[in-house]
């Protein structure tokens, strides 16, 4: 058989709506961890140690000064567009009356998203950064808990951030949403 009759398999992307039926169907809880990026479902990593810390932190910080200014939500799913329902670590969202119980945040309720990168900092540099850009988050940072770094991405543009920054524990930095707060990014490192 020649090359250019050879047919291969395929499968389209799954929509967040199949996504969410297949859930039903499997009998995923909020105990099973999946992701969908990109229409694949993607099974996340076991959470470990320094994960857990990293993200407790984050949340102990944020809730300081977010009460009235962001609704912090912790590991729960987001809708950036038809084909991508990610569960970032921490996301800081415009306050709503129903909490978000009612239908998902999606990129124009978004004032930042954090990742916590343990094992997954390729994933969370590479492809959700890609899937952020390109659903107009406009503000990501990845938390890198083994080299003790952040990196802030601002400014989507075309599927890519125009502003990545590295900052070190050293470093102070404020999201874009709230100027006139700064942390210490060693008080956002475990």
């Given at each position: 058989m020649a090359v250019?009759?050879?047919?291969?398999?395929?499968?389209?992307?799954?929509?967040?709506?199949e996504f969410e039926a297949l859930a039903d169907a499997e009998g995923w809880d909020?105990?099973?961890?999946?992701?969908l990026l990109d229409g694949e479902v993607i099974w996340m990593s076991p959470i470990n140690d320094p994960h857990i810390g990293g993200v407790n932190r984050l949340n102990r910080v944020f809730r300081r000064f977010a009460e009235n200014v962001a609704l912090v939500s912790v590991q729960n799913s987001i809708r950036i567009d038809n084909?991508?329902?990610?569960?970032?670590?921490?996301?800081?969202?415009?306050?709503?009356?129903?909490?978000?119980?009612?239908?998902?945040?999606t990129p124009r309720e978004i004032l930042l998203l954090v990742e916590v990168a343990d094992r997954t900092l390729r994933t969370d540099l590479g492809r959700k950064a890609r899937i952020?850009?390109?659903g107009g988050v406009v503000e990501y940072w990845v938390v890198d808990?083994?080299?003790?770094?952040?990196?802030?991405?601002?400014?989507?543009?075309?599927?890519?951030?125009?502003?990545?920054?590295?900052f070190s524990s050293t470093d102070r930095?404020?999201?874009?949403?709230?100027?006139?707060?700064?942390f210490e990014v060693a008080e956002l490192l475990v």
């Open positions: 250019e009759h050879l047919e291969l398999e395929s499968r389209p992307p799954l929509s967040v709506d909020e105990d099973t961890r999946v992701e084909y991508d329902e990610p569960q970032p670590d921490v996301a800081l969202l415009t306050p709503r009356r129903d909490d978000y119980s009612t239908v998902k945040a952020y850009a390109s808990v083994n080299n003790r770094v952040l990196y802030a991405h601002r400014a989507p543009d075309a599927g890519r951030y125009a502003s990545r920054q590295v930095i404020s999201a874009m949403f709230a100027p006139e707060v700064e």
